[in-house]
């Protein structure tokens, strides 16, 4: 006789996180966590400075100030937003309420994986949907809906693909679920997107009550060490998740970074502009390396690499490793030959495209 744990729970695989670390001695370029270069708003770093001169007390259990900036910033109602420890709390806690053993969850074929793992967590079933060009199909997501299903996930934008499906489709998908089934759109890259027919999920999620729309401080906002996440929900889903969630789940310098970082507007813009052209730079220069890339409205690439022997992606990935540029194995995700690149610093931007050039005229590591 032993502890035996619930069911589901040993068929996860451990998520394994992006690397980290260089070589002894060279100069280390972190680009396989979609962190962005440019750091946090000076107005959050002070925040949470300020906030660390109390740590002796609690945090506000409810986040008052967090959800009053990001309900002024969005024009949200307070009562319909709930902060989480990243969004990926948020996320685990909808199935958590959602989700019973003999239930069924949905997500795409190469989506995040932490949705994977929190309903395999709850011993429900994942039910996996296979994507068309690394892009969300939403017929294949409907055909496999069922009495038994409770949840569908939609990264939109996906990671790690960089794609992105309009938000007529998104529609389209909701109008074809049952009322009982909740679609939570995970827009964790919104802030990043620059195309006129793409929606975060905010008109839906006000219009319906089985969508739920989960954002994050740890991209845009360069807030990644703190994990700040949010949820926009009906009353009744926020409220259903409210009475399990931690009672203090989100601490205090979290709480006051988020806050001003949300408020800083000219911050934001700031951002934007450089992802997009450096987006843009590097996805054409490795694409003049004869590299295919899957096209990107997020803050990283996918980057394909020919199947010949030496050339693949575990041989650049230890290239690049070598000269001190992180990027990240997407095996995990469907992926066995490609490599994910976040956009970095000018210096780690061009540096990659240089090594790869010289790891394709035949250099080793």
């Known amino acids: 006789m032993k502890p035996v744990p619930n069911k589901g729970v040993l068929d ?4 394994v996180p992006g690397k980290s670390q ?4 060279i100069k280390l370029h972190k680009l396989s966590s979609n962190e962005t270069p440019l750091g ?3 107005a959050a770093r002070e925040a949470a400075l300020a906030a660390a001169a109390n740590l002796e007390f609690y945090p506000d259990g409810q986040a008052t100030r967090l959800k009053q900036a990001i309900a002024e910033t969005h024009g949200l109602n307070p009562q319909n937003i709930l902060c989480g420890n990243g969004s990926d709390e948020l996320l685990g806690l909808l199935c958590q ?19 994977h793992i929190q309903i395999l967590a709850r011993g429900a079933t994942p039910v996996v949907a296979p994507e068309k060009d690394a892009r969300t199909d939403v017929d294949a997501i409907l055909a496999r809906v069922t009495e038994k299903t ?3 996930f939609l990264a939109n934008p996906n990671n790690p693909t960089g794609t992105y499906i309009p938000f007529d489709e998104v529609r389209r998908l909701h109008a074809g679920l049952p009322p009982h089934v909740i679609l939570v759109l995970d827009a964790a890259y919104a802030e990043y997107v620059r195309r006129n027919d793409y929606g975060a999920g905010i008109e839906l999620v006000s219009d319906f009550q089985n969508v739920v729309m989960t954002r ?16 926009y929900g009906p009353e009744e889903i926020v409220s259903t998740l409210d009475r399990v ?11 006051a970074a988020g806050a001003a970082a949300i408020r800083d507007r000219a911050f934001l813009d700031k951002a934007v502009a450089f992802n997009a052209e450096w987006l843009e730079w590097t996805t054409k220069a490795l694409e003049g390396l004869g590299l295919s890339v899957t096209p990107s409205v997020g803050n990283f690439i996918l980057i394909h690499f020919p199947g010949m022997p030496g050339k693949g992606a575990a041989e650049a990935d230890a290239f690049l490793t070598a000269r001190g540029y992180i990027l990240r194995r997407v095996a995990g995700y469907g992926f066995p030959n490609a490599l ?19 790891f394709l005229q035949g250099g080793t590591a």
């Open 12 to 15: 996860i695989d451990v998520y």
């Open 22 to 25: 260089a070589p002894a001695g």
């Open 40 to 42: 946090p708003p000076p």
């Open 97 to 115: 309420c959602y989700l019973s053993p003999g239930d069924e969850a949905i997500h795409t074929e190469h989506g995040f994986l932490v949705y």
């Open 150 to 152: 409770k949840l569908v």
């Open 216 to 231: 994050t401080f740890s991209k845009i906002y360069g807030l990644a060490a703190l994990r700040i996440g949010w949820m």
């Open 245 to 255: 969630r931690g009672p203090f789940n989100l601490n205090a310098m979290a709480i």
């Open 340 to 358: 994910r690149m976040s956009i970095g610093t000018e210096e780690a931007n061009r540096g990659v495209v240089a090594a790869l050039d010289e």
